[in-house]
């Protein structure tokens, strides 16, 4: 049973890491509404530009909204890996699949703030739907995707999250749109200012 779980999950793996194999970079106009539920309740709309290079680097550069939430919306989108990367960085196990969607666990490897995060993948496209970053301090970051098919490929066009950490929580939506497919991204953009 051991066995057949693990083969599921990897011939699963192997779906995702197909999807878009054809895409080595990416960017895309990002529009973001954030709102804190705890003090100091603000609330900001966020643009800016989301940056994918494979097979790990992700960056936003926001052009408008307020920096401190900019920022700290910057650390959270920078640390959602690539399913490519998951068995690296990750214990993947499959912890169900009925067929339409299965539900993985990820253990990482290296110790930190994430003790673990829940993944929820439609079977059929063998996208990501959703996934909660369960951390250390009892708190959590939880995000749902939206896709649309742009340039003949599954791409997430929106998200809704929500974040509950220790001191603050907060909501957030945002979309994704005017994507630019395998522009050429040099490694400098990728590093912190």
């Known amino acids: 049973m051991i066995l ?10 192997s779906r995702m890491q197909a999807v878009n194999a054809d895409v080595h970079s990416l960017s895309a106009q990002l529009n973001a509404h954030v709102v804190m539920r705890s003090f100091p309740f603000l609330s900001a709309d966020l643009t800016g530009t989301y940056y994918y290079k494979e097979p790990d680097k992700t960056k936003v550069v ?15 989108y920078a640390h959602i890996e690539s ?3 998951w068995q690296q960085l990750n214990t993947v196990t ?20 994430v003790d673990s ?11 990501v739907s959703s996934m909660r970053w369960n951390y250390a301090n009892g708190g959590y970051a939880e995000m749902t995707n939206h896709y649309a098919t ?3 490929r599954p791409l997430v066009v929106s998200q809704t999250g929500h974040v509950q950490e220790p001191g603050y ?3 957030i939506t945002s979309s994704l ?5 395998n522009p050429a991204l040099s490694d400098s953009l990728f590093e912190d200012q």
Request: proline share 4%; charged share 25%.
């Open 4 to 13: 057949l779980a693990a083969a599921t999950a990897a011939a699963l793996l």
């Open 62 to 76: 926001f052009t408008g909204g307020v920096p401190l939430v900019a920022q700290q919306f910057d650390r959270l």
């Open 83 to 85: 399913p490519s990367q």
């Open 94 to 113: 499959l912890l169900s699949d009925d067929g339409k969607i299965a539900h993985l666990k990820l253990v990482p490897r290296k110790h930190g703030n």
């Open 117 to 127: 995060i829940d993944a929820t993948v439609d079977d059929k496209s063998a996208t």
């Open 150 to 152: 742009v340039d003949g």
């Open 169 to 171: 929580t907060g909501d």
């Open 177 to 181: 749109e005017h994507y630019k497919i």
